[in-house]
């Protein structure tokens, strides 16, 4: 089912983005906040040296029960999804026969005969249509749960102190991308070392309508207000954090005409795992070698690059950027886009048309931004 | 609420324009860059660059949006704000002081009556809100 054109789908989180003062934008399909009025520089810069908070319960979540939930998502993923355990996550991927991308995922997991794929906003349908129309006679059950889960994500190097004061958890003993489910403030929820902004950090699943309930008492406990406190952050930071942390957005950098080889994504291709979507394409561009590869870049130049805007290399149009932006913490403008691989080292020069006026930059490694490990 | 000085006239791209003598200078409003967030980017034309009015004369940026910015006025570029390239955040702190853009020797002065006053601004700006 679609929602008519201009009908806005709301989290949870609705009202309570307003009474922040959040500017409120259409993405994927969602009535979501941009920015809150401390600013995307700041609600960034916050996440890196204190803590962000982030509303997401507009992803999807699709859960997957029976006795051949891991088989039938290996099926369906990139990924090796018989390599989890009880409490793992795995980022991983739907693909297309052509080895292109579907979508990008997280696929927990609960028990062997139980997962949950959690998807992409903009993209919940189509993979839900996607995910039934390859049910084949495994035995599982299906079901589109995106409406019964709010998703709250607190990151940066605070989150651990601020988040342990509303649950019993040991929040420390859940290693990166592994989850437990407990109660945080009395509610049921799981709660996911895993995130998208390069910071340490959680997401936190609960019922939907428990969702204003976690969003005040995280401000609270993180001191919302405070110099250095926990900021609510944006669609903008959200998107120029995971972009210093060199993350992949799909429609963005990955999409169905791109594939995982080329967007640097081979380490969550499991071509020996067994039969799946896409293995055979994968395997064959592999060994054949790919011809254009995603990296990143710095503008040398006075100028910010733009998503869309072509590459040219000694004048000739090369590829695109994926994603273009300044780095609030890097203080550098930077950004991603796919060149032919004979141009994808570090240190090459390329141009970037801004508007018509062509801007220096070059290719450097990815990510921009790693954090310290404690 | 954005603040829209009464000394000055105001275009519906959300430009304003002081008149000084025969000289217009120009920017963006306070609610201009308050829509904006934070410009991290300010790109200016040269002195001596002519602009028919409503034309694009550059652009300013956010971290999320590049916005062109258009001459309310005709005329001859006579100065730009030069020190808008090391410090764009002017624009947000002071839009209508430090954060000023160019200055226009006026072609045709007249133009300047055709601009919107600070109170049609202000509906104009409230219409386009709801």
Same mark, same amino acid.
């Given at each position: 089912?679609?929602?008519?054109?201009?009908?806005?789908?709301?989290?949870?989180?609705?009202?309570?983005?307003?009474?922040?003062?959040?500017?409120?934008?259409?993405?994927?399909?969602?009535?979501?906040?941009?920015?809150?009025?401390?600013?995307?520089?700041?609600?960034?810069?916050?996440?890196?040296?204190?803590?962000?908070?982030?509303?997401?319960?507009?992803?999807?979540? =699709?859960? $997957?029960? #029976? &006795? /051949?939930? *891991?088989?039938?998502?290996?099926? @369906?993923?990139?990924?090796?999804?018989?390599?989890?355990?009880?409490?793992?996550?795995?980022?991983?991927?739907?693909?297309?026969?052509?080895?292109?991308?579907?979508?990008?995922?997280?696929?927990?997991?609960?028990?062997?005969?139980?997962?949950?794929?959690?998807?992409?906003?903009?993209?919940?349908?189509?993979?839900?249509?996607?995910?039934?129309?390859?049910?084949?006679?495994?035995?599982?059950?299906?079901?589109?749960?995106?409406?019964?889960?709010?998703? =709250?994500? $607190?990151? #940066? &190097? /605070?989150? *651990?102190?601020?988040?342990?004061? @509303?649950?019993?958890?040991?929040?420390?003993?859940?290693?990166?991308?592994?989850?437990?489910?407990?109660?945080?403030?009395?509610?049921?929820?799981?709660?996911?070392?895993?995130?998208?902004?390069?910071?340490?950090?959680?997401?936190?699943?609960?019922?939907?309508?428990?969702?204003?309930?976690?969003?005040?008492?995280?401000?609270?406990?993180?001191?919302?207000?405070?110099?250095?406190?926990?900021?609510?952050?944006?669609?903008?930071?959200?998107?120029?954090?995971?972009?210093?942390? #060199?993350?992949?957005?799909?429609?963005?950098?990955?999409?169905?005409?791109?594939?995982?080889?080329?967007?640097?994504?081979?380490?969550?291709?499991?071509?020996?795992?067994?039969?799946?979507?896409?293995?055979?394409?994968?395997?064959?561009?592999?060994?054949?070698?790919?011809?254009?590869?995603?990296?990143?870049?710095?503008?040398?130049?006075?100028?910010?690059?733009?998503?869309?805007?072509?590459?040219?290399?000694?004048?000739?149009?090369?590829?695109?950027?994926?994603?273009?932006?300044?780095?609030?913490?890097?203080?550098?403008?930077?950004?991603?886009?796919?060149?032919?691989?004979?141009?994808?080292?570090?240190?090459?020069?390329?141009?970037?048309?801004?508007?018509?006026?062509?801007?220096?930059?070059?290719?450097?490694?990815?990510?921009?931004?790693?954090?310290?490990?404690? | 609420?954005?603040?829209?000085?009464?000394?000055?006239?105001?275009?519906?791209?959300?430009?304003?324009?002081?008149?000084?003598?025969?000289?217009?200078?120009?920017?963006?409003?306070?609610?201009?860059?308050?829509?904006?967030?934070?410009?991290?980017?300010?790109?200016?034309?040269?002195?001596?660059?002519?602009?028919?009015?409503?034309?694009?004369?550059?652009?300013?940026?956010?971290?999320?949006?590049?916005?062109?910015?258009?001459?309310?006025?005709?005329?001859?570029?006579?100065?730009?704000?030069?020190?808008?390239?090391?410090?764009?955040?002017?624009?947000?702190?002071?839009?209508?002081?430090?954060?000023?853009?160019?200055?226009?020797?006026?072609?045709?002065?007249?133009?300047?009556?055709?601009?919107?006053?600070?109170?049609?601004?202000?509906?104009?700006?409230?219409?386009?809100?709801?």
């Amino acid at each position: 089912m679609t929602a008519p054109a201009l009908e806005l789908k709301k989290t949870s989180l609705n009202e309570a983005h307003r009474k922040l003062g959040g500017r409120m934008v259409e993405f994927g399909g969602w009535d979501m906040p941009v920015q809150y009025p401390a600013g995307t520089m700041t609600e960034h810069l916050r996440t890196r040296t204190n803590a962000g908070l982030f509303d997401v319960s507009h992803m999807g979540e =699709i859960e $997957v029960r #029976g &006795p /051949d939930s *891991i088989p039938f998502v290996n099926r @369906l993923v990139s990924n090796d999804a018989a390599k989890l355990i009880d409490g793992q996550a795995q980022y991983s991927a739907l693909t297309t026969p052509e080895g292109t991308v579907i979508d990008d995922l997280l696929v927990y997991r609960f028990a062997e005969d139980h997962l949950l794929l959690v998807v992409n906003a903009g993209t919940t349908e189509k993979d839900w249509d996607w995910i039934i129309s390859h049910h084949g006679d495994e035995n599982v059950e299906l079901r589109n749960a995106s409406a019964d889960y709010c998703q =709250i994500a $607190v990151q #940066g &190097p /605070d989150a *651990i102190s601020i988040l342990q004061k @509303l649950t019993a958890v040991p929040l420390s003993e859940i290693k990166y991308y592994h989850f437990r489910e407990g109660s945080v403030d009395g509610v049921p929820a799981i709660v996911s070392r895993t995130g998208y902004t390069g910071e340490d950090g959680f997401e936190v699943y609960a019922a939907a309508d428990k969702a204003e309930q976690l969003w005040n008492k995280i401000l609270d406990a993180g001191d919302f207000g405070n110099d250095d406190g926990v900021l609510p952050c944006g669609l903008a930071a959200r998107n120029t954090l995971r972009l210093e942390a #060199g993350m992949c957005l799909y429609g963005h950098e990955i999409d169905e005409t791109t594939t995982l080889l080329e967007a640097n994504l081979g380490w969550i291709c499991k071509l020996n795992k067994g039969a799946f979507i896409g293995r055979e394409l994968l395997q064959r561009q592999k060994d054949d070698g790919i011809k254009r590869k995603l990296v990143g870049f710095d503008v040398t130049d006075r100028g910010i690059a733009r998503d869309g805007q072509d590459v040219l290399i000694g004048g000739a149009p090369v590829g695109h950027v994926t994603s273009g932006s300044p780095a609030p913490f890097l203080k550098q403008n930077i950004g991603m886009a796919y060149v032919p691989v004979e141009f994808a080292n570090a240190g090459q020069a390329i141009e970037i048309d801004v508007r018509g006026r062509l801007v220096a930059a070059q290719i450097v490694p990815l990510p921009f931004y790693k954090r310290a490990k404690q | 609420m954005a603040n829209v000085p009464e000394n000055l006239h105001y275009s519906k791209d959300h430009e304003w324009v002081r008149v000084e003598g025969d000289t217009a200078v120009i920017g963006i409003t306070d609610h201009a860059q308050d829509q904006l967030g934070d410009v991290v980017y300010v790109e200016l034309p040269k002195s001596g660059e002519e602009f028919a009015a409503h034309e694009s004369f550059g652009s300013v940026e956010s971290v999320k949006a590049v916005s062109e910015i258009f001459t309310p006025v005709s005329g001859n570029v006579s100065e730009v704000n030069g020190s808008l390239n090391d410090e764009p955040e002017k624009v947000n702190k002071d839009p209508y002081g430090e954060g000023w853009m160019i200055k226009i020797k006026m072609s045709n002065s007249g133009e300047v009556d055709s601009l919107l006053t600070p109170a049609e601004y202000e509906d104009f700006t409230k219409a386009e809100s709801e």
